[in-house]
């Protein structure tokens, strides 16, 4: 009966980090740019069962077999499949058609620059032409910190990523891809930085002037998940309220004598 709680209660655990990730994407649904996260859950390793000094063999401690404790989660994944792509026609606006992320400086609060990489293409220019996202964050050219002149009538950024201003040659914004998406390590809700292993590719991609991608996240299918495994969460906790049940009648009605 204690191994139906343990069953009972890895069930819903499992169930409630599931809504966790759910609601992450249902609260980034609107968010430009963003990958939905995704989730597996598995087995957990079965586990050797000890008696412990019990008064059939002498009080000595020894095996009685294998138990499983039920399900966790396997593993959390990112699903990369392409955004759709929204027309706002702002100058600064960009998508990415195809694979690749946007290359930025970031800064932190120690006045560190790190390189990270996203999918988000809303940015802006500054009163010096740089071109920054919605935090301030550097968007790079193949020359570094992109920058345009402010004096600039027109900015024509082309499929390839070559930014003209006044059709004069300034800069090409600069995409960078990796072989292997497994060696990114999600960076807020949406940058990802490198980690050991990662090997970055030139991009295979087009840009969109004009145009931003949106998050990848249908919104019904995660409410549809939402309402299966709040059902799942409640059986889970019937099955603790049984269990609660029968141990108690085995306490207080088994064992006495009529």
Not at 119 to 129: S, V
Request: hydrophobic fraction near 30%; charged fraction near 25%.
């Amino acid at each position: 009966m204690t191994r139906g709680l343990y069953t009972a209660y890895t069930g819903m655990y499992n169930e409630q980090k599931r809504l966790d990730i759910i609601s992450n994407n249902l609260a980034n649904s609107a968010t430009i740019g963003y990958k939905e996260e995704q989730v597996t859950s598995q087995a957990f390793k079965e586990m050797l069962t000890y008696k412990i000094r019990d008064r059939s063999n002498g009080f000595v401690d020894e095996p009685v077999g294998n138990m499983s404790l039920g399900v966790k989660i396997g593993e959390t994944y990112t699903n990369w499949d392409q955004g759709s792509l929204r027309q706002t026609e702002n100058t600064y606006d960009i998508a990415i058609q195809g694979k690749g992320f946007f290359t930025v400086r970031t800064t932190n609060a120690k006045g560190e620059d790190k390189t990270c990489y996203t999918r988000n293409g809303c940015f802006t220019a500054t009163k010096d032409g740089f071109i920054v996202d919605s935090d301030g964050n550097h968007l790079q050219g193949e020359g570094g910190d992109l920058q345009v002149p402010t004096d600039a009538a027109r900015i024509v950024i082309d499929q390839d990523g070559a930014v003209y201003a006044d059709n004069v040659y300034v800069d090409t914004v600069k995409i960078t891809d990796f072989e292997d998406y497994n060696y990114l390590k999600q960076y807020g809700d949406n940058f990802w930085e490198t980690v050991d292993g990662a090997t970055a590719v030139e991009g295979n991609s087009s840009l969109q002037q004009g145009y931003t991608e949106q998050s990848n996240v249908n919104v019904i299918d995660q409410m549809v998940d939402m309402i299966t495994i709040t059902r799942a969460y409640e059986a889970g906790q019937k099955m603790v309220q049984t269990q609660d049940s029968l141990l108690n009648r085995s306490v207080n009605d088994v064992g006495k004598v009529g």
